[in-house]
């Protein structure tokens, strides 16, 4: 398990929070595979019934680790094995997900609320997707999962121009649920997570796979999205913006 990711459970809920509040939770391939593990053991006979993920105050996720991210590019690996199974995870995951973000959720920090089944921004949030502008392709399937939420202009803006939502924004397109309070939306979410835990449990599963389906379509967009991802990482358009990238950071 990493220790950038903390697992909490209280009584039927399971709480995972990003830790690495320093790199405003950029994710590294420990962080996604401890993640996914939290997620994936979450099945069967887990006394788990619901799972809320969190961040620490000002920062969701700032999306990957550069450093994990340029090492999967250069060495041909595309998104990589760790962040292929949390994203698995997600499409696959047998209990109700609960997000609770606050401040930035950038690429898999703002995909990931398309497979969650309730979520909680704060006012202070900010969902971005910049994969175009690096010259790549959206990932976690929200190519598929974005414009059946929001319908397509809305997805358009989102995922391919790259335009910012607030809180309050992403309510109004059906991204989050609720917007609250900084200091409040942890609180908010684990108490819709003790709430969908205190109903039936084959009932609420039941219900999750109609309105869901089969994960199949979802795994499929993953591994269709991963595959472009990987080729749109050795284009000169993903060259040029990582240079431009990098040159500011120095």
Known sequence: MSINVIIIDQGPVRLIRMNRPDKKNALTSGMYDGMAQAIESASGDSPIRCIVIAGVPGAFSAGNDLGDFMKAATGGEGLGNSVLRFLYSLARAERPLVAAVQGVAVGIGTTMMLHCDYAVAASDARFSTPFVALGLVPEAASSLLAPRL?????????????????????????????????????????????????????????????????????????????????????????????????????
């Open 150 to 250: 929001m319908g397509h202009r809305r997805a358009f803006e989102l995922l391919v121009m790259g335009k910012p939502l607030s809180g309050e924004e992403a309510k109004a397109c059906g991204l989050v649920n609720q917007v609250a309070p900084a200091d409040q939306v942890e609180a908010e979410a684990m108490k819709a997570a003790q709430a969908i835990a205190a109903l039936p449990l084959e009932g609420v599963a039941i219900s999750r796979r109609l309105m869901k389906g089969a994960p199949d379509e979802i795994v499929k967009r993953i591994d269709d999205e991963a595959e472009q991802f990987k080729l749109r990482l050795k284009s000169p358009e993903a060259r040029k913006a990582f240079e431009a990238f990098l040159s500011r950071k120095k």
